[in-house]
């Protein structure tokens, strides 16, 4: 029970999504929510790098999974940066709450 | 208990510990110091899997790059020193709870469920099988999506850049050249 194996990562996997879901709900900044993005996606880094370990050790295919899902993440990551430097520029704030209109 | 069992659970509290602190501190800067933390944490789960290169990955793409393009947009965007707005107690509460029960429902349906792994020769994750694996057009290659990425990250570039960029005025524009 101890000894650490695919339950104890998939503990971790499944809390750091749960920790991610619980910021993007509460949060209303949108630096703060993009971070809590980040934490989910980690976790699925960590979820299919754990079932490569223990479940597939015949195939890189997780760990190939994990790559493309890190790329991705970087180009959402600029992206949704860009976004909220545009948005901060025209209405001088990143609140959820005061970026109603989709109006450019 | 050994040092590789001691080590893995002190990643793994370090981990969700500074990712439980990135959620709910109310200082922006300090989240993204937490966050920064968090994902150390995970590198070294790689490390410790002994999966190298994607915690070399990691450490580069999220401490080094992502952690940095946070911080930098968090200075453009926030005045130094200010907390976040307080939220409503009620919502917090709610979303707890409702996280809560989510991953208690999840654990429940994932010990109950028995794994079945799979058998046969082992594959060392080397860079040199990552490589070849990676850049084979063979069945099992990952060739094409990893060209698919690359156009998107092209795209993804080229998207910030039009996003980001300044609009120019009309009446300046004429005087621009081309």
């Not at chain 1, 490569?52 to 994990?66: E, I």
């Not at chain 1, 970087?74 to 948005?87: R, T």
């Not at chain 2, 469920?113 to 084979?136: C, D, E, H, R, W």
Request: net charge neutral.
């Amino acid at each position: 029970m101890l000894t650490p194996g695919l339950y104890h990562l998939l503990f971790i996997s499944s809390a750091l999504f749960f920790i991610g879901v619980y910021g993007f709900v509460t949060r209303r900044n949108l630096v703060t929510m993009l971070m809590s993005i980040e934490l989910v996606l980690n976790s699925v880094n960590l979820n299919f790098i754990a079932f490569n370990k223990y479940l597939w050790p015949n195939g890189l295919d997780g760990l190939f999974f994990t790559i493309f899902i890190i790329a991705i993440a970087a180009a959402e990551a600029a992206v949704a940066i860009a976004i909220i430097i545009n948005l901060y520029r025209s209405h001088n704030s990143i609140d959820v709450e005061q970026a109603e209109e989709m109006k450019y | 208990m050994s040092g590789s069992i001691f080590i893995f659970y002190l990643l793994a509290a370090l981990t969700l510990g500074f990712a439980v602190m990135a959620v709910s501190t109310r200082q922006i800067f300090r989240a993204a110091i937490y966050l920064l933390f968090s994902l150390i944490g995970i590198a070294g789960i790689y490390f410790w899997l002994q999966y190298d290169f994607i915690a070399a990955v990691q450490i580069i793409v999220y401490v080094g790059g992502i952690t940095v393009l946070i911080i930098f947009s968090i200075f453009l965007t926030q005045q130094a020193g200010e907390l976040l707005p307080k939220q409503k107690i009620g919502r917090q509460v709610f979303s707890a709870l409702a996280v809560f029960c989510a991953f208690a429902l999840v654990m429940l349906q994932l010990y109950k469920y028995k794994f079945i792994a799979g058998t046969g020769q082992a594959v060392a994750p080397t860079i040199s099988n990552i490589g070849g694996q990676m850049l084979s057009i063979e069945e099992g290659g990952y060739a094409l999506p990893f060209e698919v990425v690359s156009m998107l990250l092209l795209a993804a570039l080229i998207g910030c850049i039009v996003i980001a960029m300044r609009s120019v005025d009309t009446s300046t524009q004429t005087e621009l050249p081309s």
